[in-house]
RNA sequence: GCGUGGGUGGCGAAAUGGUAGACGCGGGGGACUUAAAAUCCCCUUCGGGCAACCGAAUGCGGGUUCGAGUCCCGCCCCGCGCACCA
């Protein structure tokens, strides 16, 4: 019992129990119907769309819960604002992340995967989270899927999804194609092998097509700054010069017949081109090789074809062996070495380069190792032609070129365009941007995904499976288990991999590879408002009033691959005529990471928090509650399990002010000003995710509104509840509804501000001599500066700084006085 | 290496160029209680001082400004991402 200086209601009402109030709030919402949304005659849409989770075997990770949290305030938020509010939550069920549990426990991943999304479902209910469960989506389920399947038809039909060689991690131990994280530093995570690569046929969208328009629509959206950073970076446009190396005849002079073609983005440096590398799996490798190379090269290629895909380590020596052949430099007419080395990559640029060992590190690095002649070209400005190099001189900004012919003296800059318009003129080159993106690899040699809808024909050619007969079932099949064939487990499936060919009825074959996680949630935002609708996988008027999604909010680990791959399908949508929008999420942030007590939550450390107990002891509400008040929502934060106390006081604190309110009386005139201030800055808040301030702005209001030993009036309290209500929605609730009201909380409409209301008459004046604080008055909120230094003046504490003539005064009007002596 | 976000009390953190440390945790003291828990009140950046007060302080060194945690230049350290991208 309390025996606080606040009386306790004789008509006690009881303390706050968050376990009843909770469980009967959940009972209430689901069987109102008041998270469901009303997606035909809803008005003013607003979907408050949040990554959908992996629904693990562990359960709903505190992150998941601090994510959603997150965007549940915010889109609470803004239905208390009067939007109609879509907030769907389903599961990114596919995936080696299951797979591999599947394989690990021995349990099969069809069996699992229910399981595991019945517990998050239960643990996501407990949370509190308005969400829209009737429009939950799975992407295990053949009624999502099939629609995956279909989109990966409407890439094929446009010529964007295309079959070629692609390198995979393979394991030789246990004979298994293996995920990029499944390799750790070049070796296999189960067996600790070092992994090879090798080349199979794979599915690839051409994402690179739309690299300059992916890069382009950027600015144009409201995302945060990192994010939208990130991804230029992976895009990584470059500026540059295609360049033609002639072969050499044999007779010093170009030989005709294909040339050479590199991307440099430093056509200025060509004069100090001494020699050529290309990549080793660069197809021209063969015809250059000369007969007493041909050991050393086919040696070489096979050497670097045993490295893993992954982790080439920057620091090793460079590599490499020389093909017998030579290239003219078209700048200078000489032949010049051509080489190999895994250095090169074969998907960047054209897979060949011009070695510049005078002002590029690597080729510095490569010239030193094999004796190739090093030349300067670019000087910088303490440097002369015949300065001589220890090191490779990359600071173009400062340099001029030097032993360049005609195109001396001039700055780097200009000696770019000069000399690509010099080489072009002679048709050796063109200007070309490049970008770093490559195209997407779709196809996984794996069990656990969508079936890839294309069907084999010996007559024929690949044939794509009929929209109308879709989806193309995953069959259950016991054994799921990658083996060492390389391909699928699917294969091994004969009643599901011999199939009648769409196009002329002959036997065809399945294709046995499943497409990657990333193309389920590539489209599942277009898919929640449409959910139940089966004839389609989006209906096109829902669209058009629903999407693109009004704000997204998601972990970093996601702000490049998985926003790009979003983006891309739905231009490809959009100029197929199926959307009338190109960017998917108008307004996206990446929330932060929760740590504990210092340290990353891992398993292994055993410092994982268990929502479920924190939830059991202190309520859903001040769970939530705390989990958004321990930092900024972007940056994360750190759980510390005793914090949570603060804000369940705070909570209690509410709850007891709303039991003793009366109606008796008038309102504080102080009070309310510090609830107009209050409900300015948690207004102002939210829209930003400054969630921990805005919490921290409540407390500060309940520690006003308990001061003095007075009965809260009812216009002190109630609108506190409906700004607390996003962040504590059952507690909302419940003490709207015991303050007489009959709808939800969350329809009554968002309190409103009164700025007369909230204005200060009397302000604290800082009193500065030479920005030095000496000192506060308590004025006026419009006091004149002369009124004010004379009031400062007349402090000793002050005055008493002011040694000698005043030179200057600052004032700023309600703030500060700065006198200057 | 490149990119990116940071560095503020014992701890989590606040601060449109204008009173650094709001809010919360933890700690100390007190009230209530037979007692404890809960609750309530006061104190809590550091140094000096009985105090009024004085001085120092936002990773380090400079600069701009009447005034800098905030802006500029040069460093150091930590987290995250990418990693030979020509």
């Known amino acids: 019992m309390t025996t606080s200086n606040i009386p306790v209601p004789s008509d006690d009402s009881g303390g706050y129990d968050p376990a009843a109030i909770e469980s009967k709030w959940r009972e209430r919402w689901s069987a109102r119907g008041t998270n469901t949304t009303d997606i035909e005659g809803g008005e003013r849409p607003f979907y408050a769309l949040m990554m959908f989770p992996y629904p693990s075997a562990e359960g709903l990770h505190v ?77 295990t389920a053949p009624e999502y899927y099939r629609w995956t399947q279909w989109v990966f038809l409407q890439l094929y039909k446009q010529g964007l999804a295309y079959k070629k060689k692609g390198a995979v991690n393979w394991c030789p131990s246990d004979k298994t194609v293996l995920a990029n994280e499944q ?198 400005p303490d440097d002369s032609a015949t300065t001589p190099l220890d090191g490779a001189f990359t600071d173009d900004a400062a340099g001029r070129l030097v032993n360049s012919g005609t195109f001396d003296d001039l700055p780097v800059a200009l000696a770019k365009q000069a000399i690509t318009t010099w080489l072009a003129e002679r048709e050796a080159a063109e200007p070309v941007t490049n970008y770093r993106l490559h195209d997407w690899c779709i196809s996984r ?41 390389g391909v699928s487990p699917l294969a091994r499936h004969a009643e599901w991999y011999h199939v009648a060919c769409p196009n002329c009825g002959k036997q065809g074959r399945r294709e046995t590879d499943v497409s990657d996680t990333f193309l389920d949630s590539g489209w599942y935002f277009l898919r929640y408002p449409s959910v139940g609708h089966d004839t389609e996988p989006f209906d096109a008027e829902i669209t058009r009033k629903w999407l693109p999604v009004d704000s997204y909010i998601g972990g970093n680990e996601h702000a490049v691959l998985h926003l790009l791959y979003a983006r891309f399908i739905t231009m490809v949508l959009h100029d197929m005529g199926y959307l009338h929008f190109e960017e998917p999420f108008t307004r996206f942030r990446a929330h932060g990471l929760i740590i504990r007590d210092g340290a990353k939550m891992s398993k292994s450390k055993g410092n994982v928090v268990n929502p479920d107990a924190f939830i059991e002891q202190w309520g859903a509400d001040s769970f939530r509650t705390y989990l958004m008040f321990l930092g900024p929502y972007e940056e994360g934060g750190d759980f510390r399990d005793a914090g949570i106390s603060g804000v369940r006081r705070f909570l209690e604190r509410l709850w007891l002010a709303s039991a003793l309110a009366t109606e008796a009386g008038a309102p504080d005139p102080a009070v309310m000003r510090k609830l107009h201030q209050t409900i300015a800055k948690v207004t102002h808040d939210i829209p930003r995710l400054s969630y921990n301030t805005a919490i921290a702005a409540m407390m500060e209001y309940m520690n006003v509104l308990r001061k003095g030993e007075r009965t809260p009036h009812r216009d002190e309290v109630e609108p506190m509840v409906q700004l607390v209500a996003p962040f504590a929605p059952h507690i909302g609730e419940e003490l709207w509804e015991r303050f007489g009201h009959h709808v939800s909380v969350f329809d009554s409409g968002w309190p409103a501000f009164d700025a007369d209301l909230a204005r200060d008459e009397t302000v604290q004046l800082a009193v500065q001599v030479n920005g030095k604080l000496r000192g506060t008055l308590s004025v006026a909120r419009d006091i004149t500066q002369e009124a004010a230094l004379a009031l400062a003046l007349a402090e000793p504490g002050i005055a008493k700084h002011v040694t000698g003539a005043m030179r200057k005064v600052i004032f700023v009007p309600g703030r500060l006085l700065n006198l200057v002596v």
């Not at 305030?73 to 549990?101: C, K, M, W």
């Not at 041909?294 to 290629?301: C, I, K, L, M, P």
């Open 63 to 139: 992150g998941n819960l601090f994510a959603f949290t997150g965007n549940d305030i915010y889109g609470r938020f803004h239905r208390l604002q009067g939007h109609t509010v879509f907030q769907p939550l389903g599961y990114d069920a596919f995936g080696i992340h299951s797979e591999n549990y599947a394989l690990k426990v021995g349990v099969h991943p069809m069996q699992m995967i229910p399981r595991n999304i019945a517990n998050f479902r239960r643990q996501l209910e407990r949370a509190g989270l308005m969400v829209d469960w009737s429009r939950s989506l799975d992407t």
């Open 183 to 380: 390799v750790i530093a070049g070796a296999c995570e189960r067996c600790g092998t070092l992994v090879e690569q090798r080349f199979l046929e794979q599915w690839f969208f051409r994402i690179s097509d739309f690299a300059r328009r992916l890069l382009d629509n950027l600015d144009a959206l409201d995302w945060s700054d990192t994010t939208k950073t990130a991804q230029r970076n992976w895009i990584g446009q470059s500026e540059g010069a295609r360049v033609a190396f002639r072969r050499e005849a044999g007779d010093g002079s170009a030989a005709t017949g294909e040339a050479i073609a590199v991307f440099t983005t430093r056509p200025d440096t060509i004069f100090g081109a001494t020699y050529m590398v290309l990549a080793p799996e660069h197809p021209m490798v063969d015809d250059l090789t000369t007969d007493d190379s041909r050991a050393a090269v086919a040696a070489y290629r096979d050497a670097s074809s045993r490295q893993d895909v992954v982790a080439r380590k920057t620091n090793k020596v460079k590599t490499g062996v020389f093909t017998g052949s030579f290239a003219i430099n078209p700048a200078t007419n000489q032949p010049i070495p051509v080489w190999i080395a895994d250095y090169v990559l074969m998907e960047y640029g054209t897979g060949a380069i011009m070695a510049v060992p005078g002002h590029d590190e690597r080729d510095y690095e490569f010239a030193q190792v094999f004796g190739l002649p090093i030349v300067r070209v670019v000087a910088g």
């Open 445 to 485: 040699q794996r069990y656990w995904g969508p079936p890839i809808p294309i069907i084999y024909c010996d007559s024929c050619g690949p044939q794509p499976v009929p929209e109308a007969d879709l989806p193309v079932i995953l069959p259950d099949i016991p054994d799921f288990r990658p083996d060492d064939s």
